[in-house]
């Protein structure tokens, strides 16, 4: 593996996470995971963010940075714009060969490098519109982006190429190969990493949204020619494109969403399965897409894509113990968590000796801002006419979301 060069004197070094790995321990991955650090050489050298250490992901970075060629004690200044281990991990490591480098980072992320690496020494506190001039024309300007999605996060900025060098903000989903820029991709390929990015927002920053919009307020004085996250591509051809993605993410918060439903369901015996079919057919009477979820078969982390995105929600469970189904409850636990907020919302589901799901649903989700429409409910096997009233409620759901 070699670094790229993705303008004068400016590297990225990528490593991957293949799809064995869980990203943060818990969201698949199916295709991986980029992740990327960059060299900006002046008259002196700057690393932005280093590699997690994981199998031989160390080894690779090492071979990158020898390819320009660097070794790590050629480096002058690290920049660490983030302090999760995915790119800190390998830094105790690499300081052990460097320590006498210079480190800047934010206050908070000082005291997070103490925490996790015990380092102390020349460590510079940098606050939004400090510098960095490396000589050869080429200078770091920080940006504080708290919460995005760690309280001590911030973006560098390189004034001469225009380059943001955006940490997490930006980033997605996806092994980064042959294909490193956005104006290299086939549409296929564009739809592939749209997609990506949609799940790792849901995933990692949706909870943060409000910061995602004061980032974006904050950065857009600058003249922005290229994006370089630390996870993904680099948008070199279109950099607005993935900044409004994020935009319209983040909007997803206060509602409405894509005139689109999410419909999850979960079923012990299979009574409440009997009316999923007629959920559908009444939503796509109305011309409106439907993504349809199982739990607990399908993971969470593509639940939440699905449901972020979607204006209109229905959720289909039976009562267990007085309560809702558990896969069900630990889903919305999770919409909570991940301000999955402002849904127009059906609920569906069959009950044996008692009702209660719809109490605790209101319950789990009286701090989401979400529009119930009048449940389904019955008990036992379904009848036609629970059927029939199925349909009518989904259509009405539907029809709502046009509004």
């Not at 060069?5 to 799809?19: F, K, P, Q, S, T």
């Not at 999923?276 to 011309?287: C, F």
């Not at 991940?338 to 799901?357: D, E, T, Y």
């Not at 801002?369 to 059927?387: H, L, M, N, R």
Request: net charge negative; charged share 20%.
């Amino acid at each position: 593996m070699k670094a790229i060069v993705i303008a004068e004197g400016i590297y990225r070094l990528g490593v991957n996470l293949d799809a064995t790995h869980l990203f943060e321990g818990m969201w698949p991955m199916p295709d991986g995971i980029s992740i990327n650090s960059y060299v900006v050489q002046g008259e002196k050298t700057a690393l932005i963010d280093l590699v997690e250490d994981i199998d031989d992901k160390p080894v690779e970075f090492e071979q990158e940075l020898n390819s320009i060629p660097l070794r790590a004690q050629d480096i002058d200044y690290l920049v660490i714009n983030h302090m999760e281990p995915d790119h800190t991990g390998w830094l105790p490591e690499f300081y052990s060969k460097n320590p006498n480098i210079e480190i800047y980072i934010t206050e908070k992320g000082a005291a997070m490098l103490k925490a996790f690496c015990g380092i102390e020494e020349n460590v510079h506190v940098v606050k939004t519109g400090d510098t960095l001039d490396l000589g050869g024309n080429k200078e770091l300007v920080f940006y504080e982006i708290p919460n995005l999605h760690w309280p001590e996060t911030m973006a560098t900025y390189e004034r001469n190429s225009g380059i943001l060098f955006s940490c997490d903000a930006f980033g997605s989903y996806g092994s980064i190969t042959d294909t490193l820029f956005d104006d290299q991709l086939s549409s296929d390929q564009h739809n592939f990493f749209m997609n990506e990015a949609l799940r790792y927002y849901a995933n990692i920053i949706s909870n943060f949204s409000m910061f995602v919009e004061k980032a974006i307020s904050k950065l857009k004085t600058l003249d922005i020619k290229m994006i370089a996250p630390s996870h993904g591509l680099i948008w070199r051809e279109n950099p607005q494109e993935i900044i409004d993605t994020y935009s319209r993410f983040a909007g997803y918060l206060k509602g409405p969403a894509e005139a689109e439903v999410t419909l999850i369901w979960s079923s012990m015996y299979g009574n409440t399965q009997k009316v999923v079919n007629a959920m559908v057919e009444g939503v796509r009477s109305e011309g409106i897409p439907i993504h349809i979820h199982r739990v607990p078969n399908d993971h969470i982390g593509f639940i939440l894509a699905s449901a972020m995105k979607s204006s209109g929600i229905i959720l289909g469970m039976p009562t267990y113990e007085y309560k809702m189904f558990p896969p069900m409850a630990w889903t919305l636990d999770m919409f909570g968590r991940k301000k999955i907020w402002n849904k127009k919302v059906l609920r569906f589901g069959s009950f044996g000796w008692s009702g209660g799901a719809q109490q605790e649903l209101e319950q789990l989700t009286e701090k989401l801002k979400w529009t119930f429409v009048d449940p389904v409910e019955w008990q036992g096997a379904p009848s036609e006419d629970v059927v029939k009233q199925a349909a009518l409620q989904a259509k009405k759901l539907a029809q709502s979301l046009k509004q």
